[in-house]
């Protein structure tokens, strides 16, 4: 059983950006656990663990979807917390696309093409976002959350040209990822 999901992943110059707002936020000294921006990206669908069949099954079907779609034009929106910015539990930056309806059709293609194979479909709303860091203890949070939803992101957009399937195995210092297989979009 290999514990998978699909993403989204983001370009380096972002992650860059997304690494000094985190270091000025690690300085609040709050009671959360960051992420680690190198691996930071946007989930499209977490699998769980699946078995090498399933998993073959997966990756031809995200080949078939991402043959089927364009490159979309994505952009970091403002931040947000679950359940809610006054009483967070998750901090996160939503992430959004251009054409605004892009990222969601493709992630609804990509939950229609499962469903016909079995795997079924989220049954949350998917809410596109970054996951920053999770709130562990209340220490300075109220001092961190009143500067993180003040945050502006950057403005640039990036082009996404493909999605990735990804393994995951949880460790001590945090999940390790490794790339299964990228499925590059139609570029015609």
């Known amino acids: ?15 860059a950006d997304i690494a000094k707002a985190v270091a000025r936020w ?46 979309v034009s994505m952009r970091l929106l403002s931040p947000g917390a679950f359940p809610s910015p006054r009483r967070p539990r998750v901090l996160w930056i939503g992430i959004g696309s251009r054409p605004s309806p892009a990222l969601f059709t493709l992630h609804d293609k990509v939950e229609a093409a499962l469903a016909i194979h079995g795997f079924p479909r989220e049954e949350k709303r998917f809410s596109p976002h970054i996951t920053m860091g999770r709130v562990k203890t209340g220490r300075n949070i109220a001092r961190l959350m009143d500067d993180f939803m003040r945050h502006e992101p950057p403005g640039e957009g990036f082009m996404v040209e493909s999605m990735v399937l990804y393994s995951s195995t949880l460790a001590p210092g945090g999940p390790v990822y490794r790339r299964i297989e990228e499925f590059e979009f139609c570029r015609s």
Do not use: N, Y
């Open 1 to 15: 059983m290999v514990r998978t999901f699909l993403a989204i992943d983001l370009p380096d110059r972002l992650k």
């Open 26 to 71: 690690k300085g609040f000294k709050a009671g959360v656990r960051w992420v680690d921006p190198a691996r930071m990206h946007l989930t499209l669908k977490f699998f769980g663990d699946l078995e090498e069949s399933s998993i073959k099954v997966v990756s031809s079907v995200c080949r078939e979807v991402a043959a089927s779609c364009q490159p």
